[in-house]
């Protein structure tokens, strides 16, 4: 208890800063005394105290019954408003992020990541984005310092080690596997460190300072990973006996009372055996004390010895020599010293780690963000892209001097989401090893490499945006690639400010985009009854509400889904309030009134995406400065529709004046969209039955596949158990052959009738533990049509709820039978009725027992939780995973489960042997499963497993 004592005063953990930027500073741990060495105080002797930091008020304010002034009531609103500001900015972000599919492309980065943290992160889509233009630069650098690195880092051995360390804050205990976790990420992240200089070193060059100064101010806590591995062999998962002199002494102790309780028994047992007391000297374990095993009849050699058990039989007795009792006892003692001193030991070194929380926290956040680094640069071997470069407002101006009038200039620039197929297949980590060795196998591959090409890649985009343009509309005809060609600007914003490189040509130019909103798609909602014009609007408004000088707004298809004049005067208005107030604004549309707007504002541009007229088909590539048609009609023609149909369209379109009448542009949109509603839904239905078809064969191929892996493991099992009963049986009968003989010769003829009866009490009691009730097996040897009942057999009758009753009458000649149950005779068809067939006679067919089935089953329960149980490696009882507390008194038993759970190694099986006396120490048992934290779930005895739970520990 001594060491529960001492680490009872880390409960509450030191106060730590933890800045507004991520950071963790450990600087208020300054003041923190350090415990002493474990070498010095042979146990947990002495820990400093952490001092406290007062904490801010956190409860309700308390509101007195002054009235409130105007100027706080304003101060209040406008608090309000902001917070209102920012909850719908940050809504609008996640909505861009998933609009432009950012999380598939951190998916893209996440094979390249060497950390399971750095994974997890990526798969989430939350890959760090510059907050400042300062910040994304300086994820570029590291990006393309990592770009140069000429070998892999090994990230090898670094584990997440946050719940561990939040466990030691926290005041819970850590275990041996716990410590060496966070002694083998603290040495690996030492490694990575050393690693990096090196590659620095020898190149003479600083080209990788950015990479250097991620984990310059580390502190790698080399004392504490000393520490821990001087205490603990991480290998074998023990305190080594160096970790303190107490412990020391207490294992050469225990070692010298050891050999000298061995060398007792073993001389005893050798008289035993010589005095014909046992057939072999046996030394063995019986609740946990050391002792001799003996013949039943010849208990009298050890007088005053105290029976500890005694073999199924009842023949051989395992007995404590009086003098052992107190070797015995000095053992116990000695082993209750030992998990105390360990206990005292694993307390000292969690204590440490909860002191080092800032510094451990701190030092992971910068291996991660390295592991980020160095993965955002295998990314850009992957995808051969190039680093982006910003442009502010101040930059402008000089650019225009030097003749360069393009704030945004991107060439061929591709969609990384397009672009995936037509790359060599991404390797697996467990292939690859992590990011660095995939950045180092692709060092030497570009883009124009045919080994680096599978298909072909899609139609690369110019983006060449002048200074002075605020507003870009995009017109063109639909499947035309506008909303991909936006998507691709939006998402290259993004990247940048993450410190990605573009998948583009020469040096990549763009602004810094603060915040980067986009209305793409149909944001149509019943719940919130919002029709597809009603959506646009709504998201439009907030979209107006945030924006600001540095923002980048995207618009996908501009006031459509409501009546043309309007919405073209809607769409005019928000463009013009936009290049008021937004950096860049991009849209789409088919109004043609929108792409005229150039003329009377140079701020706004007009793109055009190019449709080859004679193949009617888009080429995906975009025409600055032009204005593109919709090419309706041409687009229909190529689809597929009737001539006819067509040409009373183009009849249609000559009869129009310029102002589009809107019944006859009405008459000719509803038919076109008729046809296509037809289209897509015959489409989606055939999609879905395509889907169910292809789930089914899934699951029918798995099931299969299941199907021969269940049997095979069902017959290997069952051979297994079959072979260890018959194993089981065999050295009880040679047992009992033994011992008549040896009995035999030495009897007289008076006893001989004595050792007969003996003999074959002991051989009917085997009998009989193999063929019991439970046993019988519901199989009939013949079909209920074929089976003739005989007087005598022993049947099961269906009307009597399949109880076992006895044939007492030969059957009768209209089918009938006279059965007994009890003292009730009852007349039965013979096909209510099927013969029972025990599961020895089933032994001498050769067949498997259905009683080493059910055993093996262990019911339903067990089945059912078979996936579940795995987990926690096999439940099968040895000496090592049990822990027997028959006869001992409450208190003494609560503390040798507590000990025994302790002790148990993670994700582990612990029986407990309870016995079935009065009960009392399996409720203590019980009480203590249910709170103690380690134990994850606990099965109480069944018919197969009487006087014993088990217990599965986390």
């Keep these: 208890m001594e060491a529960f004592n001492c680490f009872a005063r880390f409960k509450e953990p030191p106060n730590l800063f933890f800045p507004r930027d991520g950071t963790v500073s450990a600087s208020n741990t300054a003041g923190v005394s350090k415990p002493t060495s474990i070498r010095a105080a042979n146990s947990v002797t002495s820990v400093g105290k952490s001092t406290r930091v007062s904490k801010p008020f956190q409860g309700k304010p308390k509101l007195s019954a002054v009235s409130i002034s105007p100027r706080k009531s304003r101060i209040g609103a406008g608090l309000a408003a902001d917070a209102k500001r920012v909850r719908v900015r940050e809504e609008l972000r996640r909505e861009t992020e998933e609009t432009l599919e950012w999380g598939s492309v951190c998916s893209q980065v996440s094979v390249f990541v060497s950390t399971s943290v750095g994974r997890a992160l990526c798969r989430s889509g939350n890959l760090p984005v510059g907050r400042d233009r300062e910040e994304s630069e300086k994820l570029l650098d590291q990006t393309e310092a990592a770009v140069l690195l000429p070998r892999p880092l090994d990230f090898s051995g670094i584990d997440d080690v946050s719940e561990i360390v939040g466990a030691a804050v926290a005041g819970e205990l850590l275990g041996i596997r716990e410590l060496c976790a966070v002694e083998r990420s603290l040495q690996s992240a030492r490694r990575v460190f050393v690693q990096l200089e090196q590659i620095s070193a020898d190149e003479s060059s600083d080209r990788y300072t950015s990479l250097l100064e991620i984990l310059q101010d ?40 050891m050999e000298k309780l061995e060398s007792f028994l073993k001389e005893m047992s050798m008289k035993i055996f010589q005095s014909g007391g046992i057939d072999s ?53 000695l082993f209750n010293d030992e998990k105390a001193e360990e206990l005292a030991i694993l307390g000292v070194l969690t204590s440490e780690v909860a002191y080092a929380e800032a510094k451990i926290r701190y030092l992971m956040e910068k291996i991660l963000e390295l592991d980020l680094a160095v993965a955002r640069g295998a990314y850009a071997l992957w995808t051969g892209g190039f680093r982006p470069y910003f442009i502010q407002d101040s930059e402008r101006f000089k650019s225009i001097i030097t003749g360069d009038t393009l704030s945004v200039d991107i060439e061929s620039i591709q969609h990384p989401l397009l672009l995936e197929p037509s790359l060599r297949h991404l390797p697996s980590v467990s292939e690859s090893g992590g990011g660095s060795s995939i950045l180092f196998n692709r060092r030497n591959l570009s883009m124009d490499s045919e080994e680096f090409l599978e298909v072909e890649p899609p139609i690369p985009v110019d983006f060449k945006i002048e200074n002075s343009t605020k507003v870009v509309v995009i017109s063109g005809p639909n499947t035309g690639g506008k909303t991909a060609t936006m998507k691709t600007l939006g998402l290259a914003s993004h990247m940048s400010k993450a410190g990605m490189f573009l998948s583009a040509r020469d040096r990549p130019k763009l602004p810094w985009f603060d915040q980067i909103l986009a209305d793409i798609g149909d944001h149509q909602s019943l719940e919130h009854n919002l029709s597809t014009f009603s959506g646009h609007i709504s998201r439009i408004c907030k979209i107006i509400e945030v924006a600001s000088k540095n923002s980048l707004v995207l618009i996908d298809e501009i006031g459509s889904g409501t009546d043309p004049s309007e919405g073209v005067a809607l769409s005019t208005s928000i463009l013009q309030h936009l290049a008021d107030h937004a950096n860049l604004t991009v849209v789409t549309t088919h109004y043609a009134d929108l792409s005229r707007l150039k003329s009377g504002d140079s701020r706004f541009e007009n793109a055009a995406m190019e449709f080859c007229l004679e193949t009617l088909q888009p080429t995906f590539r975009i025409l600055w400065g032009s204005t593109g048609n919709s090419n309706a009609l041409g687009i229909a023609k190529s689809i597929g529709f009737d001539q006819k149909m067509l040409d009373r369209a183009e009849e249609w379109v000559k009869k129009l004046e310029p102002d589009r009448e809107r019944e006859r542009q009405g008459s000719l949109y509803q038919s076109l969209l008729e046809e296509r509603k037809l289209l897509d839904a015959q489409a989606n239905e055939a999609a879905l039955v395509l889907e169910e078809v292809k789930k089914l064969h899934s699951e029918i191929q798995s099931e299969a596949e299941d199907i021969d892996k ?7 099992k069952e051979s297994q158990l079959v072979q260890q009963e018959l194993q089981i049986i065999k050295s009880k009968m040679d047992s009992i052959i033994q011992d008549f003989e040896s009995l035999f010769r030495c009897a007289t003829l008076d006893q001989f ?34 089976y003739l009942p005989q007087i005598g057999d022993q049947v099961y009758v269906t009307r009597l709820g399949d109880k076992v009753a006895t044939v007492v009458a030969a059957p009768a ?11 009730i005779k009852v007349r039965v068809k013979r096909n209510d009725m099927r013969l029972v067939q025990s599961s020895s006679s089933k032994h001498n067919s050769a067949s498997q027992p259905r009683g080493q089935i059910r055993r093996w089953n262990k019911g339903p329960a067990m089945e059912a939780n078979k996936d579940e149980e795995a987990a926690f490696g096999p439940a099968v009882r040895t000496s090592k995973n049990t822990v027997d507390l028959r006869g001992k008194r409450v208190e003494e038993a609560s503390h040798h489960l507590q000990m025994a759970i302790l002790g148990c190694k993670s994700r582990g099986v612990l029986f407990i042997i309870h016995g079935m006396g009065t009960g009392a120490v399996k409720e203590c048992v019980l009480d203590v499963l249910r709170n103690h934290p380690r134990v994850a779930k606990f099965e109480e005895e069944s018919p197969m497993n009487y006087g014993c739970t088990v217990a599965y520990i986390k």
């Design 218 to 257: 580390c502190d790698f806590l080399v004392e504490l990973a000393n520490q821990i591995a001087f205490c603990i062999d991480g290998k074998l998962s023990i305190v080594l006996d160096q970790a303190s002199m107490k412990l020391e002494s207490i294992r050469m102790e225990r070692r010298k009372n």
């Design 753 to 786: 009738s004595s050792i007969m009866r003996e003999s074959e009490t002991a051989i009917a009691s085997i009998v009989a533990a193999h063929s019991s009730k439970d046993d019988m097996s519901y199989e009939s040897t013949k079909s209920s049509s074929s």
């Design 710 to 716: 269940r049997v095979a493991a069902l017959k290997a």
């Design 281 to 333: 000297p046996l030394v063995t374990k019986r609740r946990s004390r050391m002792c001799v095993g003996i013949k039943a009849s010849h208990k009298s050699l050890l007088p005053e010895g105290i029976v500890l058990s005694s073999s199924s039989s009842g023949a051989t007795y395992f007995i404590e020599p009086r003098d052992a009792i107190e070797l015995n006892n000095m053992e116990v003692r």
């Design 813 to 823: 000649e209209d089918g009938t039978t006279t059965v007994q149950y009890g003292k």
